[in-house]
Every structure is written in structure tokens, then in C-alpha cells.
């Protein structure tokens, strides 16, 4: 038969010059596109073998081969799978997105041996063009198994494209690209070169199932050496847990994760049904140093059919769960033309739940049955999980399971919600925590010193986070979470009750002092008031039950908001001498200018003990210094 020349569809046009110039925005994809479409061949000639007897075609070394020509500028990507008709070639590749796979399926779903047929990609039309980014001209020939000729294609992607019948052309399909000069600054390599090629198919095919062959060049005429095969063909989700030894699975980690340590855990997830898909995670043993910066990249690596299809898919994982590494492998996705940017489907949002549950049912397991595993995992990510507790209320439950925390109890030891709550005093009704920059910190807060005399618990939460989740949460079975340095405290009925007339008799006795100083500090305080949570300090700064604490107010103020600030209650000990001095001066002294600066000094050693700063703080000093000399006079 003559060669015969075909313009392609005007759409078909159109969508060629925009896949060339505008749909990839990495070139190297062409050759991950190639690999996948012969891969797809092979898949379809093994199963078309399968299904009829007496097909006549070789299905004893089913495999790709990339071959090089760096004098001509070729670069050749052959596979000896199922091939095409001539009349296939005019419809699958002179209509862009036309795929024979429905047509396939549909036909084995008729047959007995269909089974696992879902399976194929078969996008040949849509990733064959991606060739034209690197070739001037692009030859392909194939013959389908089964027949005896062959078809020749060749276009230059300019609107034609050339047909013709050959008769020596092996079986299966055979891409020849014609490659344009290198252009480095347009991110256009020389990909005849043999290192460019291995570093593509590592990347992008290295668990294709079938061996891909680099086929050495020929030197003298004479073909010499032997092919090297490129891919591991390893995807270890793809293979039974007894079949993979902790070893590959530690090399598939750092692989995926570039830490040179072995992972803490590994997870591994099957999905079946309706959406198949096989999922490969890896807990770290440490966390990264950028793990709470803006530039940290996360997600996983998204595989469909083994092809790499994204490196840093953010959307399989929530963000709180950004430092668990690993890979998924789909059956189907909604993808983009070029399978690089995802749809936002059903499918994406259902493995993100499924992959959410799966790990948080994984760290709730580990945290049962190896304390140590699970001790190392929440030093190096607990702040992160918790992150959950704001932005996932679905999980946050799952969250509270396997969260622990620093706490009074035990000096060593963390504690969950659901230990202390069986710890709980007779009549206590909330679970108490006070935030800070450490434990010892916390523990030396004036507003421990009632919860540490009545043995009360505690829980010590020392991490940013921390400030913004006790609030989102709110409570654990049915009980508040209550925060030691906010609202009034009532401990009455848990140990020391006080009498209803020593109260009020305290009441009357501080009354004209409590009324002068919130007069007098009315700038920086909202009130004053005797204080119940007060043992051993004269006076201490506690927030409103409704108010934000400074430490969020700073780090709202961080993150660029204008948050006004809030003005901060004042206790008073009434059984500290200071505060009974004090009193006793304020009903005999009527020069109130000494007894003012003692008030502000008060004031501003409450701030400190908290771990603020005063207003002022060189007038602070400055007082502070003039009261010592006085000692010494």
C-alpha cells in the first residue's frame, strides 16, 4: 500500500500544539509517557494471550527497550506487547484522547477472562504526543499480534501525518523520536544521552512491571554487550508483607523520604472494590528541621499504575500528618491531560479518610503494644498531631485517643486525658492544664500553688499549639478542659473548705484596698481581687474565663493580626504578709504615693512570676532598686 497523508481533526490540532507548548510543564515526561503506554501493551497482549489460545504471538520475554543514537539524534522506545492495526493507528493517534481501552474492556468483560482487565491506563493518544516537546519528528511502527504487516506513522506535528503498510515490522510498537538540539536553558536536556535516560526512568518507571532495557550502542556495526536493565520492577505494596524484608522496606524509605535513618514504622494499606488502590507509608524516627516552616514540602508519592504521576501530592494527607512519608499506587484517577495536576474528586478525598484512619489506628496500636516506639514518636511529633485537634474535628477523637501529655502525676511519665480523668478527686468536675514555655516553668507559677497543696492534677502543656486546641476541644466525656490561669478557681470542696464566713469576712477586710488598687491600676488591670488558687506568692495575673492569653495574643500578633490587648485580673493572697502590710498601710497612711508604687511593684512581680514583662520596665527596675537600698540604710 502507497503512503497516504492525514490531517488531523481540527480539534485534534489544536490540542497537539497545546499539549506541545503549554500542557507539560517538565519535558523528561515524555519518556515517563512512552514507558507507560508500552507498558500498557504488554499488559494487553498478556491478558489477550490469556483469553484466546490460539493468538499468535511470542509472550516469552515481554519487555521494553529504550535504545540511543547520539550521531543521528534518536532516541527509540520499543515493546513487543499487543501493537496496532493499521486501522487502529489512524484512529487512536490521528484523534488526541481517543483510547481503545473501553472498547478493550468492554470486549474482555464479554469473554470468560476478563478478570483484572480494570487495570489498564491505555491513554496511548493523550501521552504519545508528549513526544513532540523534545522531536521535530516523531516515527512510530507497529504490528498487531496476530497479524503479518505492519504499520509505519510518521508526523513532524504540524497538522499532517503520514500512513503506510511495511512488512518487516516486528511485533508490538516501536517510537522513534527525532530529537530537537538540546536547549538547557529552556529545560530542554540532550536525552540521548545514556545518564539522562537512567535518571528518567529511575524517577518516573522504576516499578513499571516489565523490565526496561537501555540497549548499549553498536560499536564497529557490532552489537557487543548486553542490555542493562534500568528498573527495579520492585513495588513492594504490590507484594505480599512475607515477601518484602524490613530491609527493602527501610531502601524504599529513604528513597521516598531522602533520610539517610530507618523508619520508626511502617504502615501498609490494601484497598478493594469499586476504587482499588495500595498505599505504602512510613512513620520517621526523627522530625525534619523545617517541619513547622512554610517551605517544609509534603505529600506523598502518587502512583497510577506504577507510574509516577506526582511527587509532593498534598492532597492524599491532611496537613497535621505532613511528615509521614510513603506512596500510593491507584488503579484510575481523575487526572489532568497531562497527569500532572489532580482532580478534586470523590476518590482523592475518600484515600485521604481512609489513609487518615489507617495511621491514627496505627499510632494508637503502637502506643498499646511498644511504649518506647510510641514514647519516641510523640516527643518527635506530638505538636503536629495535635494540629488535628483544630482543623479535623471527624478524627478528633481518634486524636484525644492517641494523644499524651506532661502532667503533676509523674515527673517522668506522660499521661492521656483518659488516665487522668480516672485519677479525678471525688467532686472534681474538670480536668485542669496550665500552658507555658516549659514544665519547669509551669510548675513554678503562682497559680499552681493551691492545685500542688490539695495534690490536684495538672496537666503541663508546653507547646505552641497547645494555646489554641485546649479552647477548640473544650471538654473530654462530658468534662471541661479548665485552664489553672484563667477564671476564678473554686477548690473549696476539693480539700480545705473554707468557711462561708471567713470568706466574707476576708471580703470586708480588703474591700477599700481591693477598690483603691483597681482604681489605681485601671489602665492595666479590669479588676482586683482576692484570690482562692494562692498559697505562698502575695499576688499573681490571671486571665478572664473568655479573654486570650498574652501567649496567643503574641502569636496572633506573629501571624500579622492586630489583635487589641486585654486587660488582665489581679489576685491578691490574703494570708501573705506583703498583701496584709499593705492593707494595714492603705487604712493608715493617707500619702498614697509610696503606697502606689508598692502596688505597681506588686503588679509587675505578679507579670513576671508568669513569664511577662512589665509596662515599663525601666520604671520597674528603677523602684525595685530604690526599695533595696532603703534595706541597706
Known amino acids: 500500500m502507497a503512503t ?15 499539549m506541545i507548548h503549554s500542557v507539560y510543564s517538565n519535558k523528561d515526561v515524555f519518556l515517563r509517557e512512552l514507558v507507560s503506554n508500552a507498558s500498557d501493551a504488554l499488559d494487553k497482549l498478556r491478558l489477550a494471550a490469556l483469553r484466546e489460545d490460539g493468538l499468535d504471538a511470542d509472550t516469552s520475554d515481554l519487555h521494553i527497550e529504550i535504545e540511543l543514537d547520539p550521531q543521528a539524534r534518536t532516541l527509540t522506545v520499543r515493546d513487543n506487547g499487543i501493537g496496532m492495526s493499521y486501522e487502529e493507528v489512524g484512529k487512536l493517534i490521528g484523534t488526541i484522547a481517543n483510547s481503545g481501552t473501553a472498547a478493550f474492556l468492554q470486549e474482555l468483560k464479554e469473554g470468560q477472562d476478563a478478570a483484572g482487565a480494570e487495570g489498564l491506563i491505555g491513554q496511548f493518544g493523550v501521552g504519545f504526543y508528549s513526544g513532540f516537546m523534545v522531536a521535530d519528528e516523531m516515527t512510530l511502527v507497529t504490528r498487531q499480534a496476530g497479524e503479518s504487516k505492519g504499520t509505519r506513522w510518521s508526523s513532524r506535528g504540524e497538522g499532517t501525518y503520514t500512513l503506510e503498510t511495511v512488512d518487516d515490522a516486528p511485533q508490538g510498537s516501536a517510537v522513534t523520536l527525532h530529537l530537537k538540539p538540546a536547549d538547557p536553558d529552556n529545560q530542554l536536556h540532550d536525552y540521548t544521552s545514556a545518564w539522562k535516560v537512567k535518571e528518567i526512568v529511575k524517577r518516573y518507571s522504576d516499578f513499571i512491571t516489565w523490565p526496561i532495557r537501555l540497549v548499549p550502542p553498536a560499536a564497529d556495526g557490532e552489537d557487543t554487550s548486553e542490555p542493562e536493565t534500568l528498573n527495579s520492577m520492585k513495588a513492594l505494596w504490590a507484594r505480599s508483607r512475607d515477601e518484602v524484608s524490613d530491609d527493602e522496606y527501610h531502601e524504599l524509605y529513604k528513597h521516598v523520604s531522602h533520610d539517610w535513618r530507618d523508619p520508626l514504622e511502617t504502615i501498609r494499606l490494601q484497598a478493594e472494590g469499586t476504587f482499588e488502590y495500595q498505599a505504602l507509608l512510613f512513620l520517621p524516627e526523627h522530625a525534619p528541621h523545617d517541619l513547622f516552616t512554610r517551605d517544609f514540602r509534603r505529600g506523598l508519592q502518587l502512583y497510577v499504575k506504577r507510574v509516577l504521576i506526582m511527587d509532593d501530592c498534598e492532597a492524599l494527607l491532611p496537613p497535621y500528618l505532613r511528615f509521614v512519608k510513603g506512596v500510593v499506587d491507584a488503579q484510575d484517577l481523575s487526572l489532568n491531560v497531562s497527569r500532572e495536576i489532580l482532580q478534586q474528586d470523590r476518590h482523592i478525598r475518600m484515600i485521604q479518610r481512609r489513609l487518615t484512619k489507617k495511621i491514627l489506628s496505627s499510632v494508637k496500636e503502637m502506643k498499646a503494644n511498644d511504649a518506647a516506639k510510641y514514647t519516641v514518636f510523640w516527643r518527635e511529633f506530638g505538636a503536629v498531631l495535635k494540629e488535628g485537634l483544630l482543623s479535623d474535628t471527624d478524627n478528633r477523637n ?18 492521656t486525658l483518659q488516665e487522668y480523668v480516672e485519677r479525678m478527686q471525688d467532686g472534681q468536675d474538670d480536668i485542669y ?17 493551691a492545685f500542688q497543696e490539695r495534690g490536684i492534677e495538672v ?28 477564671g476564678e478557681i473554686d477548690l473549696g470542696d476539693q480539700g480545705g473548705e473554707q468557711a462561708d464566713g471567713e470568706r466574707e469576712k476576708q471580703a470586708e477586710t ?3 484596698l481591693l477598690g483603691w488598687m483597681k482604681e489605681h ?56 504578709p506583703l498583701v496584709q502590710g499593705l492593707n494595714k498601710a492603705h487604712k ?23 513569664g511577662g514583662r512589665p509596662k515599663e520596665p525601666g520604671r520597674f527596675v528603677k523602684l525595685v532598686a530604690e526599695r533595696l537600698e532603703r534595706t541597706l540604710r
Not at 398 to 415: C, E, I, K, R, Y
Not at 459 to 474: H, K, N, S, Y
Open 4 to 18: 497516504e497523508t492525514f490531517e488531523f481533526q481540527v480539534e485534534a490540532r489544536r490540542l497537539l500544539q497545546l
Open 398 to 415: 481518634a486524636l484525644l485517643a492517641v494523644a499524651s501529655f506532661a502532667g503533676t502525676h509523674s515527673q517522668d511519665a506522660p499521661t
Open 433 to 449: 492544664y496550665m500552658t507555658g514555655k516549659s514544665r519547669q516553668t509551669i510548675e513554678n507559677s503562682p497559680h499552681m500553688e
Open 459 to 486: 496537666l503541663l502543656l508546653t507547646d505552641p499549639v497547645d494555646e489554641v486546641w485546649v479552647d477548640a476541644v473544650g471538654e473530654f466525656e462530658g468534662r471541661r478542659l479548665r485552664s489553672v490561669a484563667k
Open 510 to 512: 480588703y474591700a477599700a
Open 521 to 576: 491600676l485601671g489602665e492595666e488591670t479590669k479588676d482586683v481581687r482576692l484570690s482562692t488558687r494562692l498559697t505562698s506568692s502575695p499576688a499573681c495575673v490571671v486571665s478572664d474565663a473568655d479573654d486570650l492569653t498574652p501567649a496567643l495574643e503574641n502569636m496572633y500578633r506573629a501571624l500579622g493580626q492586630e489583635i487589641p490587648p486585654s486587660k488582665r485580673i489581679l489576685e491578691l493572697n490574703p494570708a501573705h
Open 588 to 610: 493608715e497612711t493617707g500619702d498614697r504615693t509610696e503606697l502606689a508604687e508598692t502596688a505597681d511593684l506588686l503588679y509587675g512581680l505578679a507579670v513576671l512570676a508568669e
